[in-house]
């Protein structure tokens, strides 16, 4: 273990020493982007979406920077490495996290530190062996990230919204049963929420799973992640809070068709036994890249919210960590709900020369629909919502 982890070692030589500090990466990346809505809602909101909330506005969505030492999965021997990533910007808002960055700043465009962890890799009991993070972590459930470089559009699905957690301070394992076949499973201390008064009830959560790769001749693969722990404020629900159970079900597949056309598929269910309330949907994902720089894509969702309590719009900018640790704020709801959504777009990304790393230009288009009757959107008026979303990335 002493030559392994040399680089900690008094005995460590030089040469070893600089090989591991030369793997260190800088980056940095911008994202800008509007989201316009012809019904004007007189709040400025548009019902049921996170990124690109805030109707006819551009925004600023996120200034991130990021060093990292990057872990060799496959190695034989340990590996050791770290991911720090600051993020500013309005994205901040719903990816918070209570104790460490929530009250930085209050206003529309918030900092938060969406990752910042140490990552190791033990060469144990199997070939691949065990991966371990541990620290401020991105939740591993769910098919879109908060990383608009790693999804295909500007704003989120309902299930990513409502039904996958964001953040967590914990630990992650991942270990490389076989070629094909990894355990998922870690501990955190609850969604957004950390320790002390950074806790929303003082009660821990966990993951556990299968990520399925390599099937089909290499074509499919599927991921299961289950989810357990409380995750209501004792603020809002009383004593219970810390031990009424949140069960989060998320299964999603990968099929690449050939070498242009790919489609994902995503199922969650998620009961929650303090709010009584339980959710159901399912996601479906359509890529084709007409050219190296030009790729369509297309999202299809039926989310069923049984009870209501869960599809909410922020209206405050402090709106969403306020209503997580149960305080009082400013949210705007709507009755028990099926909602279907369709969104169309497109991602040009042209090569732009050695110095920017990655240039993305997005359009979509968007319609949500209440298929029950209700009226959800543009200030409760409407069963159906119209956004015509734009947002470009640069990456350094």
Same mark, same amino acid.
């Given at each position: 273990?002493?030559?392994?982890?040399?680089?900690?070692?008094?005995?460590?030589?030089?040469?070893?020493?600089?090989?591991?500090?030369?793997?260190?990466?800088?980056?940095?990346?911008?994202?800008?982007?509007?989201?316009?809505?012809?019904?004007?809602?007189?709040?400025?909101?548009?019902?049921?979406?996170?990124?690109?909330?805030?109707?006819?506005?551009?925004?600023?969505?996120?200034?991130?920077?990021?060093?990292?030492?990057?872990?060799?999965?496959?190695?034989?021997?340990?590996?050791?490495?770290?991911?720090?990533?600051?993020?500013?910007?309005?994205?901040?808002?719903?990816?918070?996290?209570?104790?460490?960055?929530?009250?930085?700043?209050?206003?529309?465009?918030?900092?938060?530190?969406?990752?910042?962890?140490?990552?190791?890799?033990?060469?144990?009991?199997?070939?691949?062996?065990?991966?371990?993070?541990?620290?401020?972590?991105?939740?591993?459930?769910? !098919?879109?990230? +908060?990383?608009?470089?790693?999804? =295909?559009?500007? &704003? *989120?699905? /309902?299930?990513? #919204?409502?039904?996958?957690?964001?953040?967590?301070?914990?630990?992650?394992?991942?270990?490389?049963?076989?070629?094909?076949?990894?355990?998922?499973?870690?501990?955190?201390?609850?969604?957004?929420?950390?320790?002390?008064?950074?806790?929303?009830?003082?009660?821990?959560?966990?993951?556990?799973?299968?990520?399925?790769?390599?099937?089909?001749?290499?074509?499919?693969?599927?991921?299961?992640?289950?989810?357990?722990?409380?995750?209501?404020?004792?603020?809002?629900?009383?004593?219970?809070?810390?031990?009424?159970?949140?069960?989060?079900?998320?299964?999603?597949?990968?099929?690449?068709?050939?070498?242009?056309?790919?489609?994902?598929?995503?199922?969650?269910?998620?009961?929650?036994?303090?709010?009584?309330?339980?959710?159901?949907?399912? !996601?479906?994902? +359509?890529?084709?890249?007409?050219? =190296?720089?030009? &790729? *369509?894509? /297309?999202?299809? #969702?039926?989310?069923?919210?049984?009870?209501?309590?869960?599809?909410?719009?922020?209206?405050?900018?402090?709106?969403?960590?306020?209503?997580?640790?149960?305080?009082?704020?400013?949210?705007?709801?709507?009755?028990?709900?099926?909602?279907?959504?369709?969104?169309?777009?497109?991602?040009?990304?042209?090569?732009?020369?050695?110095?920017?790393?990655?240039?993305?230009?997005?359009?979509?288009?968007?319609?949500?629909?209440?298929?029950?009757?209700?009226?959800?959107?543009?200030?409760?008026?409407?069963?159906?919502?119209?956004?015509?979303?734009?947002?470009?990335?640069?990456?350094?």
């Amino acid at each position: 273990m002493s030559i392994v982890f040399s680089v900690f070692s008094r005995q460590a030589n030089a040469e070893t020493s600089n090989s591991w500090l030369d793997a260190i990466t800088f980056a940095a990346q911008i994202e800008g982007g509007i989201n316009a809505n012809p019904a004007r809602p007189a709040n400025g909101v548009n019902f049921g979406q996170f990124f690109g909330d805030k109707a006819n506005q551009p925004q600023l969505d996120q200034v991130t920077l990021t060093v990292a030492r990057a872990v060799d999965t496959t190695s034989a021997k340990y590996e050791v490495g770290f991911l720090i990533r600051g993020l500013y910007g309005a994205d901040g808002r719903y990816f918070n996290i209570a104790g460490i960055t929530d009250r930085a700043i209050a206003n529309r465009y918030q900092f938060i530190i969406p990752q910042a962890h140490l990552d190791l890799h033990f060469p144990w009991a199997t070939r691949h062996g065990l991966d371990m993070q541990a620290g401020i972590l991105a939740s591993p459930m769910g !098919v879109e990230a +908060l990383d608009p470089s790693l999804r =295909p559009f500007y &704003t *989120l699905s /309902y299930t990513t #919204e409502y039904s996958t957690p964001f953040e967590h301070v914990g630990a992650m394992f991942q270990w490389h049963l076989t070629d094909h076949l990894d355990a998922l499973f870690g501990v955190d201390s609850g969604n957004q929420v950390s320790f002390g008064k950074g806790d929303n009830n003082n009660a821990a959560a966990g993951y556990f799973g299968l990520a399925i790769n390599g099937l089909a001749q290499g074509k499919l693969s599927l991921t299961y992640l289950g989810r357990v722990g409380p995750e209501n404020a004792v603020r809002a629900l009383g004593p219970k809070a810390g031990s009424d159970q949140r069960f989060w079900n998320d299964l999603s597949a990968n099929y690449k068709i050939s070498d242009r056309l790919s489609a994902t598929a995503e199922f969650n269910v998620l009961h929650d036994e303090g709010l009584r309330a339980d959710a159901y949907s399912f !996601v479906s994902y +359509l890529s084709y890249q007409i050219t =190296p720089s030009l &790729t *369509l894509n /297309y999202r299809g #969702e039926i989310y069923r919210d049984n009870t209501g309590l869960l599809v909410t719009s922020f209206i405050a900018n402090n709106a969403y960590m306020q209503t997580v640790l149960g305080k009082a704020t400013s949210t705007q709801s709507a009755p028990p709900t099926t909602f279907g959504a369709l969104t169309l777009g497109a991602a040009w990304r042209p090569a732009l020369g050695r110095h920017i790393k990655q240039f993305a230009l997005r359009p979509e288009i968007r319609f949500d629909r209440s298929l029950n009757g209700t009226k959800p959107f543009n200030d409760l008026r409407n069963t159906g919502q119209f956004t015509f979303g734009l947002d470009i990335t640069l990456g350094f």
